[in-house]
């Protein structure tokens, strides 16, 4: 079950970015393609390349008598798709375009994908490194085009061959509890090198949208955003270069875990209201679909002319119905119960239209003052006008929040959200700005754990 969820989710991480809207070949953001989990051929990468040649997944997990740990490795194998107009006598030409019957055909980078499993014993791999290499070959397929009973061109797909190999091995951790570290490397060692060679020519020999789901049985694996605390100095020395990895499945589940090159939280999954893949996993379902529904009736003709899946994602916006619209809009996971002690399972309209406050709203409870609230960090009490330092966890994943490290801000209020959970909404001390932020209410938001308590002349 946890291997199954993990599916769904690496899917989304497979196509993350693939064709962003407006989903045309033309639009400027689809023109540098193929972001994520690139591993070009070695000697490129080595010589005349800053994208890498492999990545490196380093956990813990705490073994059983037979420890077995199953990768699959998954990655998209870049295609050319060449569109070639007919010029006479059998011969063709590449075009980028080719108008055929009403219909648009575009020459495009489409992606195939592949998957390469292998499985070894954790115990074998204490003993000795297991390799296991891998192929995918060549292949050249062509497409007639035909209008009006005779062929104007056709569609070439173009393959280039590639090599690959993983890399497994493992070593007791440090520490009395006998945790095992895992290591798995991925490889890209296709014998292909040109010094000129532009990025588009390397990306037809590179694996993209590289990621693996390592799968255990009779084994645990530790996480590596919140491990125990007899963990954490062996989890800090993990290597993980160039992917990430977290615990997927059931909340709970340690037998899973995807590295991804995407950062993701543990257990990440997908909005059972998202109507299908929108290949842009940090935007808006709705606000992409809304978007879309938006083009005009040739911006999407295009779109259907540059790749399939983007024209099976036109098609499905246009057919969405206004219930699945509705669905995606204001999708509430969890309310914490009512001052009465029942369970909310959705925000009562008649209470909020008798007190003229919103259900969200602090003013809504009394007992809640976020100016005047306070919390108790490091054994200094924390309110509004406090100062801190903020030292944003690593839990939070942010590129942003981490340029803020050890910067000073004045605490502006304490907020608890519909979980309990506390935020302090500050703003910088040094920041020109600060006095719009507090006039409109437009906080920087950080946990008790990611701040400091500093004096008044520190």
């Not at 499985?119 to 297991?130: C, T």
């Not at 003229?356 to 809640?368: A, H, T």
């Not at 003052?369 to 994943?397: H, K, N, Q, T």
Request: with cysteine.
């Amino acid at each position: 079950m946890s291997l199954d969820m993990a599916r769904r989710v690496a899917d989304a991480v497979l196509y993350e970015g693939y064709v962003l809207y407006p989903y045309r070949a033309s639009a400027q953001k689809n023109r540098l393609r193929w972001q994520f989990g690139v591993l070009v051929p070695r000697p490129h990468g080595e010589e005349s390349c800053s994208e890498p040649w492999a990545n490196q997944t380093e956990c813990l997990l705490e073994p059983g008598d037979d420890p077995v740990l199953q990768v699959d490795l998954r990655f998209i194998q870049v295609q050319a798709r060449t569109v070639e107009e007919e010029v006479g006598a059998g011969a063709f030409r590449p075009v980028e375009s080719l108008e055929v019957d009403g219909s648009v055909l575009v020459s495009w980078d489409e992606g195939v994908e592949h998957e390469v499993r292998a499985s070894a014993s954790i115990l074998d791999a204490l003993v000795d490194e297991v390799v296991v290499p891998f192929e995918v070959p060549s292949g050249v397929d062509a497409e007639p085009v035909s209008a009006g009973g005779r062929q104007v061109g056709r569609i070439v797909r173009r393959r280039q061959p590639l090599s690959g190999r993983l890399r497994l091995s493992a070593q007791p951790a440090g520490g009395p509890f006998g945790a095992l570290k895992v290591r798995l490397r991925v490889e890209n060692v296709t014998e292909w090198h040109d010094p000129a060679a532009t990025r588009d020519e390397a990306l037809l020999r590179s694996l993209a949208a590289v990621h693996s789901l390592l799968s255990l049985e009779d084994a645990s694996f530790i996480s590596c955003l919140e491990p125990p605390e007899w963990a954490r100095g062996d989890v800090e020395s993990c290597a993980n270069l160039h992917t990430w990895p977290v615990l997927v499945g059931d909340e709970g589940a340690k037998d899973v875990m995807l590295s991804s090159p995407i950062i993701l939280y543990d257990y990440p999954q997908i909005a059972p209201e998202s109507p299908g893949e929108l290949f842009d996993g940090t935007e808006i379902d709705e606000i992409l679909s809304l978007r879309t529904m938006a083009l005009t009736e040739e911006e999407k003709r295009e779109a259907r002319a540059t790749d399939a899946r983007a024209a099976q994602l036109i098609d499905r916006v246009d057919a969405m119905p206004p219930e699945m619209m509705d669905r995606l809009h204001g999708a509430i996971r969890y309310l914490r119960g009512t001052s009465g002690g029942t369970e909310a399972s959705s925000p009562s309209a008649g209470t909020e239209a008798s007190t003229g406050v919103p259900w969200w709203d602090p003013g809504r409870d009394e007992s809640v003052s976020p100016e005047s609230d306070m919390v108790w960090i490091s054994g200094a009490a924390v309110c509004g006008g406090s100062r801190v330092r903020l030292r944003p966890g690593a839990r939070r994943a942010d590129a942003q929040d981490l340029f803020l490290e050890g910067r000073l801000a004045k605490v502006e209020a304490v907020f608890s959200d519909v979980e309990d959970e506390t935020y302090l909404a500050v703003t910088l001390e040094d920041d020109p700005g600060a006095d719009l932020q507090q006039a409109h209410g437009r906080f920087l938001y950080f946990r008790p754990d990611e701040v400091e308590p500093v004096g008044g002349d520190s």
